[in-house]
C-alpha cells in the first residue's frame, strides 16, 4: 500500500491499441494499479479513471487512440483519463490542449503511470501533467503481467529501432534500441511456468536488435555480431531450458538475421515453434529501395529457402505495404506475384500511412486512397489463398495442439488451439481440458463453413 494513497478503491480501465508490445505494457501498467487496491473493471463500463495504451503506427491508429480517449470521456464525463503510450510521444502538445484528456505519459516513462495519477490526484502541480521525455534511451523494466490464461504469453524484452525506414515513425516515438536483461527475462518465464503458462511469445519493436546496443551501427544494422551469431538466439536457447514451458514463439523479426548458422541452432530448441514472421514489405525490389529496407526479394527468398531446408512445412507469414508513393501497376503486380512464388501462410496486408516527419510523407507521387483500398483488395484476395493452400497442406496429418479455450458453436462445445505452426484448430473432444497438448488429425472441413474445422 503507498502513502497518501488516492487510488484505493477507484474503478480503473484499460485499453491497449496496436502491437503486443503495447498489450504487454498495458498489462504491466494495470497491475500498477491494483498494488494501489484499485479495482479493475471493462473498458466498456462506467470507471473513475480510463488508461489508454496508445498507437501512432499508421494515421488511422492515430485518429484510433484519439477517438478512445474521447469515448472514455464519454462514458463518465468526470473521470480522468490518462493517455499512454507511441501517440501520446509523438503527439503530447496537440493532446495537452485538448479537453479530453488529464494525464499524459510517454514511451519508457510507462512504469510510473499509476503513480503519477496517484500524484495528480494527491494535487501535485505538474506541468499540463505531461510525462513526456525525449531522452528515451534506456530500456523500461516493467513488473510481472497476471494474465490468467494460463496458456500463452507475451514477453517483452526489447524496446526501439535504429532502422529507420522511410515510412515509420516508430523509431521516433519509440527511441533508440535498448534490450531487457536476459537473467530478467529467464526469472518472468520461470514465474509464469510455475503458475502453469506453457507457451511464450518473445515480442519487441524491431525484436532482431535484441542485445545489439553495444556493437556498431554496421554491426547492427547487419543484425549480428562479429561472431555471427545473433544475441536473440542465444536466450531462446537459455529459455528453452526452462521447466514447464513448452512452446516458444518470436515476434516479427528482420529477413537478414536468418542464416544457416542460425538455423542450425535453432532447430535443435525442441520447444520453438516452426513459425517465421518475416518482415517483408514490399515483393518490388524499386519499391523496397525507396522504404529503405536493407536487403531486396533475392535475398529474402533465399532466407526462406533457409527455413524450409530446416523445418517441415514451416509457417512463413509476413507484412506487405500496398500504395507506397509511386508505386506503379507493374511494380504492384510484382509483389502479387512475389507473395504467389513465396506462398506465405499468411500476410497481414496495410494500405501505406502518411506519417508526419518520415521521409515516405515528402516523397511525391502519392497515391488516392482508392488506388490503395483496391490493391488492399487485390492482395487480399491472393492472401485467402495461399492461407487457405496453406492450412489444406496438413490434412490427414497428426498434429499436436494446445487448448487455449473452449467455445460453443452449432450446438456443439469445441476445443480451440493451434499447431506448432499456428494453424487454428477447432476440434471435438469432452475429455480434453484448456493447457493440454493433444494430438489432432487434421481435416479438410472448414469452420467457416459451418461444420467441423478437424476429425
Not at 519509440?174 to 537473467?183: A, E, K, L, W, Y
Not at 510455475?194 to 525484436?207: A, M, Q
Request: aromatic share 8%; net charge negative.
Amino acid at each position: 500500500m503507498k502513502d497518501t494513497n488516492h487510488l484505493f478503491n477507484k474503478k480503473a480501465a484499460f485499453l491497449s491499441l496496436g502491437c503486443k508490445v503495447n498489450a504487454y505494457e498495458c498489462e504491466s501498467i494495470k497491475q500498477q494499479f491494483m498494488s494501489y487496491g484499485c479495482k479493475i473493471v471493462d473498458f466498456k463500463e462506467f470507471a473513475d479513471i480510463y488508461v489508454v495504451n496508445t498507437c501512432t503506427v499508421t494515421a488511422v491508429a492515430g485518429k484510433k487512440s484519439r477517438q478512445m480517449l474521447r469515448r472514455a470521456k464519454e462514458l463518465n464525463p468526470q473521470a480522468l483519463i490518462v493517455a499512454c503510450g507511441c501517440y501520446v510521444q509523438e503527439s503530447h502538445e496537440s493532446l495537452s490542449k485538448e479537453n479530453y484528456v488529464d494525464i499524459l505519459v510517454g514511451n519508457r516513462l510507462k512504469n510510473h503511470t499509476a503513480e503519477y495519477v496517484n500524484d495528480f490526484l494527491n494535487g501535485a502541480d505538474f506541468a499540463s501533467a505531461v510525462h513526456v521525455s525525449s531522452d528515451i534511451t534506456e530500456f523500461e523494466e516493467m513488473t510481472t503481467i497476471t494474465d490468467n490464461r494460463r496458456v500463452r504469453v507475451d514477453i517483452k524484452i526489447q524496446d526501439g529501432c535504429n532502422q529507420f525506414c522511410s515510412y515509420c515513425i516508430i523509431p521516433y516515438a519509440r527511441g533508440r534500441i535498448s534490450s531487457r536483461d536476459p537473467r530478467k527475462v529467464i526469472s518472468e518465464i520461470e514465474g509464469l511456468a510455475g503458475r502453469g503458462f506453457k507457451e511464450v511469445v518473445l515480442t519487441g519493436i524491431h525484436l532482431s536488435s535484441y542485445g545489439l546496443e553495444d556493437y556498431s551501427v554496421r554491426e547492427q544494422r547487419e543484425l549480428k555480431t562479429d561472431q555471427g551469431i545473433i544475441p536473440l538466439l542465444d536466450l531462446i536457447e537459455k529459455v528453452n531450458a526452462v521447466p514447464g514451458i513448452e512452446r516458444i514463439r518470436i515476434g516479427s523479426v528482420e529477413p537478414r538475421v536468418i542464416t544457416d548458422e542460425l538455423v542450425e541452432r535453432l532447430v535443435k530448441c525442441e520447444k520453438f515453434m516452426p513459425h517465421f514472421h518475416l518482415s517483408l514489405q514490399s515483393g518490388c525490389d524499386s519499391v523496397l529501395a525507396r522504404m529503405n529496407r536493407r536487403y531486396d526479394t533475392a535475398k529474402y527468398k533465399e532466407c526462406c529457402d533457409i527455413i524450409r531446408k530446416y523445418y517441415y512445412k514451416p509457417s512463413i507469414t509476413t507484412d506487405i505495404i500496398v500504395g507506397f508513393p509511386g508505386e506503379t501497376e507493374e511494380e504492384f503486380a510484382v509483389t502479387k506475384a512475389y507473395a504467389e512464388e513465396i506462398g506465405f501462410a499468411a500476410i497481414h496486408i496495410f494500405p501505406f500511412s502518411r506519417r508526419e516527419g518520415t521521409a515516405a510523407d515528402r516523397m511525391e507521387g502519392q497515391l488516392e486512397n482508392a488506388v490503395k483500398n483496391g490493391r488492399l483488395k487485390e492482395l487480399s484476395a491472393v492472401e485467402t489463398v495461399l492461407r487457405n493452400n496453406y492450412e489444406k497442406s496438413f490434412d490427414g496429418e497428426i498434429r499436436p495442439v494446445l487448448v487455449e479455450e473452449k467455445v460453443s458453436l452449432n450446438g456443439k462445445i469445441y476445443n480451440v488451439g493451434h499447431t506448432p505452426e499456428y494453424v487454428k484448430v477447432y476440434f471435438l473432444d469432452d475429455f480434453c481440458a484448456v493447457n493440454d497438448t493433444v494430438d489432432v488429425k487434421m481435416s479438410d472441413k472448414r469452420l467457416t463453413d459451418g461444420i467441423e474445422g478437424v476429425s
